[in-house]
């Protein structure tokens, strides 16, 4: 059997925090993160860093995160060797209780919990909404805010969509439902019944 068409399977023990997770759910828990990738799994001990090529792919339970290949570094904490940033490049696809994130790189700080998708188009979506961007959305999971620059289009359940150069949105820690959502620049409201063109605008989900 040619080795190189094997499938390349590391596990990292680590405290896992997905991009879509309320701190509660990931509190005090010590879980396994599976990587897999079809080319290879390389671990440079200087920079404590793992580099998993060709069709890598995270996965633990119900999360899951598909990149070109995936970058996870390490730090030492407490004699044990916890997982601190891990970054996905090309074709990136994060999946969590079905909330799912498409962009060119995906960039996740375990400490900060915050994730950066950037490249020339990103999106983020559960059932109640989707914001795309063509520049970078970012998302806090702690405050539970985000920002997304570029193009950006805020499509919600009932048919209301507001397209703008910038948006800031506030969402509820329970289920990641989008509370309020500033826009701003060349800002277009689109409804079933209208279109309004404005500067700024601010929605308020009631």
Do not use: H, W
Request: with cysteine.
């Amino acid at each position: 059997m040619d080795m190189n068409n094997l499938i390349k399977i590391f596990t990292i023990t680590l405290f896992l925090i997905s991009p879509f997770s309320s701190i509660s759910d990931i509190k005090n828990k010590s879980n396994q993160l599976i990587i897999e990738a079809d080319a290879s799994i390389e671990y440079f001990e200087d920079k404590q860093t793992y580099i998993a090529s060709g069709n890598a792919k995270a996965y633990k339970n119900n999360f899951i995160l598909k990149g070109d290949n995936i970058k996870a570094i390490m730090i030492q904490k407490n004699k044990d060797q916890k997982i601190q940033r891990i970054i996905a490049r090309g074709n990136v696809y994060i999946n969590k209780d079905n909330e799912i994130a498409k962009a060119e790189i995906a960039d996740y700080n375990f400490e900060t919990n915050v994730i950066i998708l950037k490249g020339k188009y990103q999106s983020f979506r559960n059932s109640k909404m989707k914001i795309e961007a063509s520049k970078i959305i970012e998302f806090n999971d702690m405050s539970k805010k985000a920002y997304s620059l570029g193009d950006v289009k805020l499509s919600l359940k009932n048919s209301i969509k507001i397209i703008s150069n910038e948006l800031r949105a506030n969402f509820t820690k329970i289920d990641n439902s989008i509370i309020d959502a500033k826009a701003n620049g060349n800002v277009k409201i689109l409804t079933k019944l209208e279109t309004i063109l404005c500067n700024s605008a601010k929605f308020e989900n009631s």
